[in-house]
Antibody, heavy 121, light 106 residues
Framework: EVQLVESGGGLEQPGRSLRLSCTASGFTFGDYAMSWVRQAPGKGLEWVGFIRSKTYGGTPEYAASVKGRFTISRDDSKSIAYLQMISLKTEDTAVYYC????????????WGQGTLVTVSS | DIQMTQSPSSLSASVGDTVTITCRPSQSISSYLNWYQHKPGKAPKLLIYATSTLQSGVPLRFSGSRSGTDFTLTISSLLPEDSATYYCQQSYSAITFGQGTRLEIK
């Protein structure tokens, strides 16, 4: 059974950093791209970024709203994807989901339950 | 960046009705269009990928199509459990979601 479990969320002050983890199981992690998607309170889904599988270069892509502040990485040996967030802003407050993405079409076929990040002083 | 214009933003329908939700991309996305269902407090669920392919386990009441530049999600024979917010997503160039459509079942 495919499972994605996010962790690392919580309350953080503006300007600080936070790292989220997405621990995967039930599939060959290295074969898939992994994405992060967030939903701010009362808002819709917003794509944050993804990291390709090593087969497709292992490179990341980011939404313009987070580029330069957020970094996505992966450890295929541990089946974990990471989202490193720096210079946090109040508008980064959201539930953050990780998703497994089919490596060619990039649809998200499995999602974690999400982890809440609150940025507030 | 590719923008996705989704309409309507909300709609209300009765059990047994058929509804359609439309997405229009700001540029060509080939068939890289996916649809998701999202209920409060739950993880989003993939319904349809590559414009019209039904994800495993999704009822046949859900279907996707394309007409010209517009992509459509059709839900037929509405059930109470279809109450949710629906999102389109393009995955042709990076990823972009539509603004969402809140579906209320009367």
């Amino acid at each position: 059974e495919v499972q994605l479990v996010e962790s690392g969320g919580g309350l953080e002050q503006p300007g600080r950093s936070l790292r989220l983890s997405c621990t995967a199981s039930g599939f060959t992690f290295g074969d898939y791209a992994m994405s992060w998607v967030r939903q701010a309170p009362g808002k819709g889904l917003e794509w944050v970024g993804f990291i390709r599988s090593k087969t497709y270069g292992g490179t990341p892509e980011y939404a313009a709203s987070v580029k330069g502040r957020f970094t996505i990485s992966r450890d295929d040996s541990k089946s974990i994807a990471y989202l490193q967030m720096i210079s946090l802003k109040t508008e980064d407050t959201a539930v953050y989901y990780c998703t497994r993405n089919e490596p060619q079409w990039y649809y998200g076929d499995y999602w974690g339950q999400g982890t809440l990040v609150t940025v507030s002083s | 960046d590719i923008q996705m214009t989704q309409s309507p933003s909300s709609l209300s329908a009765s059990v047994g009705d058929t509804v359609t939700i439309t997405c229009r991309p700001s540029q060509s996305i080939s068939s890289y269009l996916n649809w998701y269902q999202h209920k409060p407090g739950k993880a989003p669920k993939l319904l349809i990928y590559a414009t019209s392919t039904l994800q495993s386990g999704v009822p046949l009441r859900f279907s996707g199509s394309r007409s010209g530049t517009d992509f459509t999600l059709t839900i037929s024979s509405l059930l109470p459990e279809d109450s949710a917010t629906y999102y389109c997503q393009q995955s042709y160039s990076a990823i972009t979601f539509g603004q969402g459509t809140r579906l209320e079942i009367k």
